[in-house]
């Protein structure tokens, strides 16, 4: 069963910067996507940012983060990352990783909390 763990998050103040990181373990899942997503208190959980597997790597981001935040991937690693700046109080939020398969079976990880507060 493969498994994804989420780090980086915290506390950070109107402005600053946060990467968040995502690696995987466990045995293979055959996935196309893999990005993050997150659920602010009371709000549905939204697409922040995706990567495609292989070929090109395309790249999608959410309205709400595009030309601040950045995903990139490390295979290597077996990694996901979502580099975050200037962050906004409305970012707060539970993040969290995800593989998606070509039949749209998705794997979560346990999310991470980012809080932007002064």
């Known amino acids: 069963q493969v498994q994804l763990v989420e780090s980086g998050g915290g506390l950070v103040q109107p402005g600053g910067s946060l990467t968040l990181s995502c690696v995987r373990s466990?045995?293979?899942?055959?996935?196309?996507?893999l990005g993050w997503y997150r659920q602010a208190p009371g709000k549905q959980r939204e697409l922040v940012a995706s990567?495609?597997?292989?070929?090109?790597?395309?790249?999608d981001y959410g309205d709400s983060v595009k030309g601040r935040f950045t995903i990139s991937g490390d295979n290597a690693k077996r990694a996901v990352y979502l580099q975050m700046k200037d962050l906004k109080p409305d970012d707060t939020a539970v993040y969290y990783c995800?593989?998606?398969?070509?039949?749209?079976?998705?794997?979560w990880g346990q999310g991470t909390q980012v809080t932007v507060s002064s």
């Open positions: 995800y593989l998606r398969s070509a039949l749209g079976v998705f794997v």
């Open positions: 466990g045995n293979s899942f055959n996935f196309n996507t």
């Open positions: 990567l495609a597997r292989g070929g090109g790597g395309n790249t």
